[in-house]
């Protein structure tokens, strides 16, 4: 007979919480969801669209075992604590337990640990309640229409394009994708030139003429400025500012995730997985522990006893000076606020100490979490920032310059922000100065960048898209469909891509966009509030979506196979290209008549060998036509880029090196042969 049963989501979190807990308590996990929607009924949505919209749960394939040694275990236990993770998806997960289980009210209650520690879980256990049905209805609202979108959406794609899905958010953000990548096609690039002074020990650049900002247009128009300047520059202005620098505010999910992309190259996908682990318990000798809180969180909130001690570690190894305060932002109108800011549980579990007990990647991530949460109440770091004033003739320059005159955070957090000084040499007003020389120029304007992962989830988080916890999938499917080719870290639409989206828009642009995403999310947090109706929202939704999905299945022009301009040499119809499991063939079109399959004899220019993986970095052009070079053994190794390969490997960090502008580049970091 077991006294307190404990049900958890992970196997290696039940292991960590069993040895604080003691004997009277059995851990075990339910590895995640145990129901999901079943595949029945009306368009196989496993929802009854006509009745309130009543879903029907069924045991995921593979979870029956599951669940049959959860009600064993139940039955012989006196109370059940259902310890699923502090979010919304957790918050349902125990109520499938307690549904699926047949867990009657009286004989559970509901813990919640936000961080896995021996004090905070006995601390949960102190405070218990049960499921909020709130949250559940939120989870299950989200549910339901991510499945009657997915379902409903993706068969209409997939009889009528080459798409194979679409989704509520992930067809926005591959939305995003391709306006950005129509941006680029439609950006009119214009040419223009800047001027540069030259001096013993600075440089200043031309910003101003009769105190105006000038532009110039060409070279000729440099070459005139250039000719009308003459020896002496009059120093005009010298302003000295001393400014106060502060640190960012400790990470939530998406800072987390655009912070491990931009300065580890972490993919969100894989950050969120090391969160996962350094969350959930990492055995450091003495003890198994999560060394971070929950990682799934939109709020910036620290808690009062992380503060003090965090004040308390500051004061005694960096000095008083260096203690600094709590950084706030404006709350927004879609934060959740229901946990923590991701931070360490402890202060004293410093990186330098964890790091034998982490791998390469968690130390990594772990350093950065760490060092960000107690940069962000420490001290202000101070700058000298200085602006000189030159004027020549009616042309006047600019030169600018900063000085650290106090580290402040700084002090821990430096190599993780460019922060170079820039000194300049003591001047006085009036002082008059000959330049060296004066070079000029030529620019050309640039056309918005690519999104990259960090940029995209950035983009999804401002503009309320989807929630924090979900935009590693997201991302991940939009890669996994083929929506997108991932060059040079930079998201570039593929054909189908496009194909979809335009499809899309033409049918459901009132739906698939940014405003009526973001608002659905608006209307979730308010389910979960309980200031708004579950089932009017799906009514509303439901009601002015299967229309426009009836007009598309019936308007909707089905894409019609490409021609080769070859004769099929069995019954001489037009050969066309179709697209099957393994990609793109030539068939003929007279299928299924005729059953002709042509055998490609695809001529590979092979450039170098791939340094990854040993294979063959061969030339490939994109959906689009532009010719880039990615290696033979794709999908395996997904080796690509658009500069010329050299097959060389990086001495910095291992990656392909690339010939660029006729230099020797790493296609990866900055390092520079």
Known sequence: MTKNLVIVESPSKSKTIEKYLGHDYKVVSSKGHIRDLATTGKYGLGVDVDNDFKPNYIPIPGKQKTISDLKKLVKDSDMIYLATDPDREGEAISWHLKEALGIKDKDYERVLFHEITKDKVIEAFNEPRKIDYDLVKSQETRRILDRIIGFRLSKLMQSKTGGKS??????????LIVDREREIEAFNSEEYWTITSIFKDFEADLFNYKDKEIKLANEEEANNVINSLGENYKVLSIEQKEKNKKAKPPFITSTMQQDASNKLGFNAKKTMSLAQKLYEGIDIGSETVGLITYMRTDSIRLSDQFIKEGYKYINDTYGKEYVGYVKTTKKKDNVQDAHEAIRPTSVFRTPEKMKEFLTKDEYKLYELIYYRALASIMADAKVNATTIILRNNDYDFKATGQVLIYDGYLKIYKEFESSEDKILPKLSENEILNAIEVNKEQHFTQPPARYTEAKLIKEMEELGIGRPSTYATVID????????DLVEKKFVPTKIGIETTDKLQEFFSGII??????????????????????????????????????????????????????ICPNCGSPLVIRKGKYGEFTACSNYPTCKYIKKEEKEINEIVKCPECGGMIVEKKSKRGKVFYGCNNYPKCKVATWDIPTGEKCPECGKLLVEKNNKIKCSECNYEK
């Open 477 to 484: 499917t939009i890669k996994e469909r083929e929506y997108v």
């Open 166 to 175: 679409a989704g509520r958010v992930q067809s926005v953000a591959l939305k």
């Open 513 to 566: 966009n940014v405003e009526y995403t973001a608002n659905m999310e608006s209307d979730l947090d308010k389910i979960a509030e309980e200031k708004e109706d579950n089932i009017k929202v799906l009514h509303e939704f439901y009601d002015s979506f299967e229309p426009l999905v009836k007009k598309a299945f019936g308007e909707m022009e089905k894409n019609a196979p490409e021609q080769t301009g070859e």
